[in-house]
């Protein structure tokens, strides 16, 4: 499978703009892709006003991704703020080429920031099936807690979203490693990068680590989009070989 990663700048909480300048960025990716991966709020910097940018699963931004992902033949995922039953998420959406949705709620809401405050939490996995993979969604503050992201449902792919600041980025590196090499499976970082409203810089470090931990694509410094490929059969292969899932232990998380 053909991975597109994009790091971006983000316009503070300007929908419009965003998509606007992503569309430039999706449109100027000339080869065949299976995936586009999108940053945590994408239409908006990690923002707790979530009313100034609020939408529904019938908005804008919804139906601006199900058109890239029918125009440009594959899926396509990243973050927004919806509101739903008077309750507002940090949610993902996986949009399939067809326009088929799967989304996923932010569980481990950012207490440093009051996210908590403001939105509500998710509770539950999301597992999307796509070109033959499992791919396991989750958004930035979720990586610093591996029980949750644990791989009980044999998932090939787990993917991260994020708005994680400059500051603490050596922590995204070391942490997107550890996910990989422990649950044995591709991991994927998306960050932006630029400075938010309130001076936070970001200096992204998107990046691919396959299931031994070894970088496909290293950390990112700059804006781009970063394509990479890759390989079901070799990531079953080496779980035939090492068969260190099979020794993991068995819990039941209580939410």
């Known amino acids: 499978m053909k991975i597109a990663l ?17 569309e430039q960025k999706i449109n100027a ?17 990690f923002t707790m006003n979530p009313v ?12 601006w991704l199900k058109n890239r992902a029918k125009n440009k033949n594959c899926a396509i995922t990243g973050s927004l703020v919806i509101q739903e039953n008077n309750n507002y998420y940090n949610r993902l959406v996986f949009v399939f080429p067809n326009g088929e949705i799967q989304t996923y709620d932010k569980r481990h809401l950012f ?15 999301c597992i999307v099936e796509y070109k033959g993979f499992k791919i396991c969604p989750f958004i930035c503050y979720d990586l610093r807690f ?18 994680w600041p400059e500051p603490r980025i050596n ?4 942490l997107l490693k550890a996910r990989a090499v ?9 960050n932006r990068i630029g400075e ?5 810089l970001y200096s992204g470090h998107t990046q691919l680590v396959d299931y031994l931990g070894e970088y496909i694509v290293n950390p990112q410094i700059n804006e781009g989009v970063f394509i990479a490929n890759i390989n079901k059969n070799a990531l079953v292969e080496m779980r035939k070989k090492l068969n260190f899932l099979n020794d993991r232990d068995d819990f039941k998380i209580n939410i």
């Not at 100034?52 to 139906?63: N, R």
């Not at 422990?182 to 998306?190: D, K, L, P, Q, S």
Request: glycine fraction near 6%; hydrophobic fraction near 35%; include cysteine.
């Open 6 to 22: 994009i790091q971006t700048t983000l316009y503070w909480e300007n929908p419009k703009q965003n998509r606007q300048a992503l």
């Open 29 to 45: 990716i000339s080869e065949k892709v299976d995936l586009i991966v999108l940053p945590e709020m994408f239409t908006s910097g």
């Open 52 to 63: 100034s940018v609020a939408e529904t699963m019938q908005g804008e931004t919804i139906l």
């Open 111 to 125: 207490t440093l920031a009051g996210e908590e405050k403001v939105y509500t939490a998710g509770k539950e996995k």
């Open 146 to 163: 591996p029980v949750f992201s644990r791989n009980v449902e044999e998932y090939d792919v787990l993917i991260y979203v994020a708005n």
């Open 171 to 174: 922590a995204w590196n070391i």
């Open 182 to 190: 422990e649950n044995m499976c591709y991991t994927i970082g998306v």
């Open 196 to 200: 938010d409203e309130h001076n936070h």
